[in-house]
Structure formats: structure tokens, C-alpha cells
């Protein structure tokens, strides 16, 4: 069995910071990318940021410059560093990681943290 914890999200002005971690446990052989995603009200699921077990980053154009991802290998955590936020960052955030478990690789997601952020 596997599990992603999420925290860190919560209410913050518009310009403010929030940093998000999320901690994978379990069975774990090993874990490839691991990513944020978020989904507003009324909105689709959308990619926000991944990062390879290398270190490889990619992020979504709308938060590049504002937002840095992250991960402790031995933790087995990734982070998501949000700086300058805007109300239209406003979304539940879910963690989503590619873990390698004994029947092969699998993608798991984490429960969601809601980040608000008021103008």
C-alpha cells in the first residue's frame, strides 16, 4: 500500500507565499516523476509542475518564474515553493507520483490541499 500526505495549503493574500509538501510511504521500490497538479471550481485538472528523480524540472507557462518544485530523495517527499501568488492560483492541489512498487509501476495521487488566495 502506498500513500501521499499532502500539507501547507490554507489562505493567503494575493502576493503571498505557501509552500505544499507531500510525503509518499508504503511499499516503495523507488519513485520516478513526481508533480503537482490543481483543479479549480468548475475547471479540469491541470498540469502545474513535475520533476524527475534527476532533478528535471517542467512547469505549467502560467506559474513559471513564480513557483519551484522540488524533492528529498531520501524522504521520498516533493515540495512546490509558490511565491507571488494570484487569486487565479486559487484550486485544490494534488501531489502525483510514479512509484515503483513490486507489481511494477504504478501512479498514485495524494487527497488534495485547498489553497486560496484573496485579492
Known amino acids: 500500500q502506498v500513500q501521499l500526505v499532502e500539507s501547507g495549503g490554507g489562505l493567503v493574500q494575493a502576493g503571498g507565499s505557501l509552500r505544499l509538501s507531500c510525503a509518499v510511504s508504503?511499499?516503495?521500490?523507488?519513485?520516478?516523476?513526481m508533480g503537482w497538479y490543481r483543479q479549480a471550481p468548475g475547471k479540469q485538472r491541470e498540469l502545474v509542475a513535475t520533476?524527475?528523480?534527476?532533478?528535471?524540472?517542467n512547469y505549467v507557462d502560467s506559474v513559471k518564474g513564480r513557483f519551484t518544485i522540488s524533492r528529498d530523495n531520501a524522504k521520498n517527499t516533493v515540495y512546490l515553493q509558490m511565491n507571488s501568488l494570484k487569486p487565479e492560483d486559487t484550486a485544490v492541489y494534488y501531489c502525483?507520483?510514479?512509484?515503483?512498487?513490486?507489481?511494477?509501476?504504478?501512479?498514485?495521487w495524494g487527497q488534495g490541499t485547498q489553497v486560496t488566495v484573496s485579492s
Open positions: 508504503g511499499s516503495i521500490l523507488g519513485i520516478n516523476v
Open positions: 502525483n507520483a510514479h512509484v515503483l512498487v513490486v507489481s511494477g509501476l504504478r501512479g498514485y
Open positions: 520533476i524527475t528523480s534527476g532533478g528535471n524540472t
